[in-house]
Structures are given as structure tokens and as C-alpha cells.
């Protein structure tokens, strides 16, 4: 007999419907990967889906969807993950796994009470997860709803587990839930025992669990199907696109490179897939490490496949932007020789200012996701075969408690991840990563490809897999650049006051009028003044008016010499355009910059001078000296700047334990050393750097995730936040101000989760016209800018620009602050 369902768990969607899909989805997920206990896990995945929704059952929930009746009566998770840890638990005992995987109850109790939040600590706050069981109207709540349940869908629900979970007794199970002191009880001693336990490998299947109930739901809500994947990606590839683009070799560095290039790709046959989890290409900068390394990793690929008999994605991750940008597009060029389209599910680029869009190819057509909520789900979740993205989007998925981040967890299983410019990750968190990644790569079947001209001491030596036998001979054969240091009596770095070093970097830039120069500061401020300082004087030297030098680009132009400034302070794009006129215009040029030129940015000049930082930092930095060996030896010169009042101007942003190991290695070197004496200056920096760095963080941060005190885990941030920030939206065009006003009729709308949806579609256009302003002494006067949205978030009107930006500086904040009368 015909059972004609009712009840819902979305406007249009059957809650019979909705828990099949999820259960089946769920379990289709993990059956995909290759894991430890994946039959059971499928199995456990497919009882968390079908499960997950069950508290919609109520009149209340129902009331709530087709009439909008809201109460607090229709909340389901907590119910919903009481039957879950009910239904799990005879599952195992059934199967006589239970003693063996005696956890598994409790963290799929978790996962379907918090699948529509954040996790928290098990126990022990207010708000903890377990502790919530001892709260008196929680109790209420439930039977209410159990009540409830048998009152109106008695029927309905039994045919529903029927179908789902099979020839399962609903009763017997909300008969279990009436007894609630019994339940409540065993959970939380569950829950502290499992705390006791004390094993990451607890919070990593926790982590794989929620993340698979994640997606599974989200996309079944949106009615989104899973991308197909692209299995077959020719792994000569990248040997093609070189054998079309570097015909011959025109100087000795192309042979080098072609060699280190050679020498990366026969690598793999000599590592072994079981053992070597964690791989190590430690080369000069400028070799060509990003070919290199996309060529093994494919090829590491289709080797695995033929091995191991799954398919692994290929995951891309650098610390920058501006890099990512830069690697996306080589990217692309390559695999456009087979795939000229770059269909997303083959290759994504996923960060906070990628544009939204998902462009899927089947067997039988290209198809544009069109749906903005659809395009953007698929992107969060990382469904690709090569995904390129931030440092931050990965260690903040791999370490989280927060549900949106941890979505993409299982696409990063069974994955060739590849950390680039590794060195880039702070030091307190080495052991944090160490222990994380080995865990992570040997349960869950990935291979981690760490790359970086300075290698940081995260895993020991014995640890990785070298793809490069004698790295030391690649070190050797460069010699580009010429290190000079002005040294003290005793043989310590000399300070330099900010006013002198001004005056003798405009003596040198006239001096070797012939040279491209590099001036590279620590602070946004420094930065700026220096800029300005050369700019008077040369503007003076020239004879040229400041109106007509600077062009659109925001470049000063003074005859054949071009004064660039580069910080965070200026927009994005105009960043992006200053590098591109770096690397291809031929005229000469003489760059003020912060950090931010430091890894990844191919640009190349003939003098360097850099304020003391971390030694990491320094030869990152000259990397973009004479990089192509194109002119003779480079010359870098590194001081140590104070300001007026005498204090250093690292001190305001690098660690002193990362300076003091700097220090002590350099004065081992001497006034004047070669390029080829910095690959063992570099091991000695990492050693002492490991000595005298705390490893406090990390600690805190593992117990936290041994003992699933998840919402302590909020604590780790990659990149430190400075202190208060504020994010200002600049109108500097037509444009720009059409997309204020945009963002100002959006806010308009009623609906939160409206509004969410058309920012985020928003956001790459948003981010391009907005700069970021932390710890400044003048953020109060920011503040004083009218409201964009939220309470951090303002905007300079198109009205106002001029005083607040300088088409070459960019953002400045004016003395007398905003004065709203100028509207």
C-alpha cells in the first residue's frame, strides 16, 4: 500500500526525500575514498544522513516552514542527535564493532547537534556540547517534541526509518529519548571519556564526519549535484607546454633550470608511495619550481591511480595573493593543450576575491552553473581536480571547529597537497602543523609536496623525501647576488637613522643612474615617507611638476626613470598593473615597497636594500635581485633603520626571536658574502630559531583538538591579527561608486540570508576597491568615515577622494580627518 507522505524539510522538498538523499550522498561520499574502515564509515556516514533532519518532524518545524510560525519548539538538532547516536550505536553493537569503534556514537552525536553550527568544547563551559544535556528546559523541549511527534506523524516517521534506516521500531527509539536521565547520562560520560582519550585521530574523524554531512546536506538543499570528475589529465602536460615556450636554451641559467626541471620529474621513481608522505623541493629562487612541481604532481598523480586504484586531487596552496594570481594563469596555459576550456571541475582558484563562478564539463557539454548559491557552493567545497588557493583557506579547514570552513575537509582527503613557499608558516606553529599534516596525510591518503628556496625546520630531514639528491650543487651554481652588511667594531649590524638612510639612497639612485633599484621597508609609513622624500628631490633634480608625472597607473615618471611605490595601502588592481609595468616595461626603475614583493612576485632589479627582518625574509627578498642572472652580480645591502625616537623599525613587526637568530647568523658571515654562502646560513638560522622559539601555541592548540575543546581552536590564526582593523571602500571612479550604491540598495533587502547571497556576489568587486587599515594611530579618524556596512567596514565618498587617496601612495588619512559638509 501507497503511503502518501507530508511532512517537509525545506519549502519544496519531503523530508522522506531529503533524508534518503543525504544518507545516500553521505555515504556515496566516503565510499569514494580511500580510507581506513570505509565500509563501516560509509555506513555510519550514510545512518548520520538519514538521520539528521529528524527533528523536523514535529508540527512545530512544519508550522515554522509553511506558515512561518517560528518558536523555539521547532528547533531539531538536538533531537535529531539522539536518535543518530541511538541508531549508530545499535549499528555497531549489531555488527560487533562497537568495543573497536566504542567513539563513533558520540561524535555522530555531535556532528548532527552542531550541523547547522559551530562545534564547541564537549564539556566543561556553560555552552558545551555535553553540558547543554544537563539543562532542565532542554530536557523540556525534547519530550515536548517526542510528544508531539507520536501525536501528529506517528505514522509518517515510522514509515520514514522504515525506508531509511529499516525495519527499524521508531517507538522503541523515542521511548529510549523518554528516558531521558539514562540517555542524557550515558552521553556525557561518553563524551568525557572520549575528552580522557586524548587522541587527535578523535578530532580528525570527527572533522571527516561532520564535513561529509556538510556537503551532503547543503547540496541536496540547494538541489545541486556533485561535478562529475576528470579522472584522465595527461601527465606530459607540462613537458609539452615547455617544449613550446622555452625552444632553446639562451644562457646558463636556462640550463640550470632545465636540469632542476629534469631532475624533479624523475624523482618519482624512486619514492615510495606507502612510506613517502611528505616531500621536500628545496631550490634557489627563480629556477622554475612551479612547472617543476605541477609536472611531478602530475605524473605523481596518474601514478597513484595505476597503484593504488583511486584518483587523487591536486591541491595548491601559497601564502599570497598576488602569487596565486600569478600560478593560476601558468596554470591554466598548461592544461589548456588538452582542456581548452579549463572546466572549473578541473581546475578552481578559490579565495576571498576569486570571482563566483562554476563552469562544469560533462561528457556531453560544458555547463555554466549559472545559480550564483550553486556556483558558490561547489567552489567552498572545493570540487576540482586541482584547486589553487591560500594557506589560510587550508590550515583553517585542517584546524577548525567552524562549520562553513570544515565543509571542503573531505576533497582535501586523499589529495596531493602542495605547500608553497612553505617558510611563510610562523614558528610557533611548526609542531602544530607537523603533528596535524603527518596524521592527517598517512590516515587519510595524501602526499604533502613542501617547496621553498628556504626550508623551515616544520619536519626533520628524516622525515621528507628530498626530489632534488644534491640540492646543495643547485645553491652553489648561483651566484647572482652580492650581500653587503655595514658592520660595527664588534662585528654586529649597524643601525642607520631613517633621515641618513633617506639621503643616502637618493645619492646612490643618482649615482648608478644605469641600475633598477629595490628599496624594501617594514612598515606602511616608512614606506610611504621614503616614496615621498625621493620623489621630492628627484621631481626637484628633473625639474618636472608632481601634476604631470604621475600617470594612471599611479607611477611617477621623471624622463626615462619611473618611481614606484608598492604597499597594501594602494587598491589591488593597482598593485597588479605597478608589478606587470616592473617586469616589462624597459624603462629604469626605482621601487619603494613593503613585504609584500618578498615571495612569489616575478619582478627582478639590479640593487637591493632591505631593512633587517628574519633571515627567511631576506633571501625571499633577493630572490627578486638580478633573479635571471641577466646583468652581472646583484648588490644587496642590508641595514638596520630606527626612527626619530631610536627604536627599530622590525621591532614593530617581526618576532624578536626570529630577529635574534637573524643577527647572530649574519654576524657569522661577515660585511660581504655570496648567494652560494646562504644555503648553510639558512639551516644554522632554522636550528637556532627552533631552540628559542616557543612552542607554547602549538601545544595548546593540539591539546585542544586531542581533547575536542573545539572552541578553543578559534585561537589559531595563521596570519596574526595586528589589533583593530577597519575596511574602507574607496569610490575613485564611476565605477566604484556605481557598486557602492549597489551594496547600499542590497542592504535594503529584508531577508539576512538575501542580503548574505547578493554580497557575496559582490565580493570580488567589493575586495578590489578595498584596502584594510590595522594598529594605525590615525584609526580613529578612519572611523569617522561614513558606514559601508557593519560597524568596521566604511568608505571614502567619490567626493572626498582626493584628500584620502594618491593615485601613487594611495590610501592617506588627511589631518582634519572626514568632514561630512564636503558631501
Not at 629556477?287 to 601514478?303: E, Y
Not at 621601487?591 to 637591493?608: H, K
Not at 646583468?631 to 644587496?636: L, M, Q, T
Request: proline share 2%.
Amino acid at each position: 500500500m501507497l503511503f502518501s507522505y507530508s511532512l517537509k524539510s525545506h519549502p519544496s522538498k519531503l523530508l522522506i526525500d531529503h533524508l534518503r538523499n543525504v544518507g545516500r550522498l553521505s555515504e556515496s561520499i566516503v565510499n569514494s575514498r580511500n580510507l581506513e574502515n570505509r565500509e563501516v564509515m560509509a555506513k555510519i556516514a550514510y545512518l548520520i544522513g538519514v538521520t539528521h533532519d529528524f527533528g523536523k518532524a514535529t508540527a512545530y518545524f512544519q508550522d515554522a516552514l509553511n506558515a512561518g510560525r517560528k518558536s523555539r519548539n521547532a528547533r531539531h538538532g538536538l533531537l535529531s542527535s539522539l536518535l543518530t547516536y541511538q541508531v549508530v550505536k545499535d549499528y555497531l553493537t549489531a555488527t560487533g564493532r562497537l568495543k573497536e569503534l566504542q567513539w563513533l556514537p558520540t561524535i555522530a552525536w555531535v556532528v548532527v547537534k552542531k550541523h547547522h553550527g559551530n562545534i564547541r568544547n564537549l564539556i566543561g563551559e556553560d555552552n558545551a556540547e555535553a553540558t547543554t544535556l544537563k539543562e532542565p528546559s532542554e530536557r523540556a523541549l525534547v519530550m515536548k517534541q517526542v510528544d508531539n511527534i507520536l501525536n501528529t506523524s506517528r505514522q509518517e516517521t515510522q514509515n520514514i526509518f522504515t525506508e531509511t534506516v529499516g525495519g527499524t521500531n521508531i517507538l522503541e527509539f523515542l521511548e529510549e529519548i523518554r528516558h531521558w536521565e539514562a540517555l542524557a547520562k550515558e552521553i556525557r560520560v561518553q563524551t568525557r571519556s572520549l575528552r580522557r582519550e586524548a587522541q587527535m585521530d578523535n578530532y580528525l574523524v570527527m572533522l571527516f564526519l561532520y564535513s561529509v554531512l556538510l556537503d551532503a546536506d547543503k547540496m541536496d538543499a540547494s538541489i545541486t549535484h556533485f561535478p562529475s570528475r576528470i579522472l584522465k589529465i595527461e601527465d606530459d602536460l607540462v613537458d609539452r607546454y615547455r617544449n613550446a615556450v622555452f625552444t632553446e636554451d639562451r644562457s646558463p641559467m636556462d640550463t640550470i633550470r632545465n636540469q632542476a626541471y629534469k631532475e624533479t620529474v624523475e624523482s618519482l621513481s624512486r619514492i615510495d608511495l606507502q612510506r613517502d608522505r611528505f616531500l621536500s623541493m628545496n631550490l634557489p629562487t627563480g629556477i622554475g619550481k612551479t612547472l617543476a612541481v605541477f609536472s611531478f604532481s602530475l605524473k605523481l598523480r596518474n601514478r597513484i591511480s595505476k597503484e593504488l586504484s583511486f584518483t587523487p586531487r591536486i591541491i595548491y596552496c601559497l601564502p599570497f595573493l598576488s602569487i596565486i594570481d600569478q600560478n593560476s594563469s601558468v596554470i591554466s596555459r598548461v592544461l589548456q593543450d588538452q582542456f581548452p576550456d579549463v572546466p572549473s571541475n578541473l581546475f578552481l582558484k578559490q579565495h576571498h576575491l576569486a570571482d563566483i563562478y562554476y563552469v562544469e564539463q560533462t561528457e556531453e557539454e560544458l555547463y555554466d552553473v549559472k545559480d550564483i548559491d550553486k556556483a558558490l557552493l561547489l567552489m567552498e567545497a572545493w570540487d576540482s581536480e586541482i584547486v589553487i588557493t591560500t594557506f589560510v583557506q587550508f590550515f583553517h579547514s585542517l584546524v577548525t571547529n567552524r562549520n562553513r570552513a570544515a565543509r571542503k575537509f573531505h576533497n582535501m582527503a586523499n589529495s596531493i597537497i602542495i605547500l608553497d613557499e612553505v617558510q611563510a608558516i610562523p614558528s610557533k606553529y611548526w609542531q602544530l602543523i607537523n603533528e596535524v599534516l603527518n596524521l592527517f596525510a598517512k590516515k587519510y591518503n595524501c602526499w604533502v609536496i613542501l617547496m621553498t628556496a628556504t626550508q623551515p625546520l616544520i619536519f626533520q630531514p628524516d622525515q621528507m623525501q628530498e626530489l632534488i639528491s644534491n640540492k646543495k650543487a643547485y645553491f652553489e651554481a648561483f651566484d647572482r647576488v652580492e650581500f653587503h652588511l655595514d658592520l660595527d667594531e664588534n662585528g654586529n649590524l649597524a643601525s642607520c637613522t631613517f633621515e641618513d638612510f633617506c639621503n643616502s639612497v637618493f645619492q646612490e639612485i643618482v649615482e648608478e643612474n644605469d641600475k633598477n633599484i629595490m628599496i624594501v621597508v617594514n612598515t606602511i609609513g616608512t614606506c610611504q615617507q621614503l616614496y615621498e622624500f625621493l620623489k621630492e628631490r628627484l621631481l626637484c633634480r628633473h625639474g618636472i611638476n608632481e601634476q604631470d608625472c604621475i600617470d594612471g597607473d599611479g607611477i611617477c615618471n621623471l624622463g626615462r626613470n619611473e618611481l614606484i611605490n608598492l604597499s597594501t595601502r594602494v587598491l589591488p588592481a593597482a598593485r597588479l598593473r605597478r608589478i606587470n609595468r616592473i617586469k616589462n616595461d624597459d624603462r629604469r626603475k626605482i621601487v619603494v615597497t613593503t613585504q609584500l614583493v618578498e615571495a612569489g612576485v616575478d619582478i627582478s632589479v639590479d640593487i637591493v636594500y632591505r631593512d633587517l627582518a628574519p633571515l627567511d625574509c631576506i633571501i625571499q627578498t633577493a630572490g627578486r635581485c638580478n633573479r635571471s642572472d641577466e646583468a652581472g652580480k646583484g648588490v644587496f645591502k642590508v641595514l638596520q633603520l630606527k626612527d626619530c625616537s631610536g627604536n627599530f623599525l622590525h621591532s614593530f613587526v617581526y618576532d624578536r626571536v626570529l630577529i635574534g637568530a637573524t643577527l647572530q647568523v649574519l654576524k657569522r658571515l661577515g660585511s660581504k658574502f655570496s648567494e652560494r654562502d646562504l644555503a648553510g646560513a639558512i639551516e644554522k638560522y632554522y636550528k637556532v630559531v627552533k631552540e628559542r622559539s616557543s612552542c607554547q601555541d602549538s601545544e595548546e592548540i593540539m591539546q585542544c583538538l586531542r581533547m575536542l575543546n573545539l572552541s578553543d581552536v578559534a585561537r589559531f590564526e595563521l596570519i596574526e591579527d595586528y589589533g583593530d582593523a577597519v575596511s574602507v571602500f574607496l569610490e575613485h571612479g564611476d565605477e566604484a561608486q556605481r557598486i557602492r550604491k549597489d551594496i547600499h540598495n542590497v542592504l535594503q533587502e529584508s531577508r539576512l540570508d538575501e542580503r548574505k547571497r547578493k554580497l557575496a556576489t559582490m565580493r570580488k568587486q567589493i575586495n578590489e576597491n578595498t584596502i584594510t587599515i590595522r594598529y594605525s594611530k590615525k584609526l580613529e579618524s578612519v572611523m569617522q568615515l561614513p558606514v559601508l556596512f557593519d560597524g568596521s567596514f566604511r568608505y571614502v565618498p567619490k567626493e572626498c577622494l582626493q584628500k584620502w587617496y594618491k593615485r601613487d601612495t594611495g590610501f592617506i588619512v588627511p589631518e582634519d580627518g572626514f568632514n561630512s559638509s564636503a558631501l
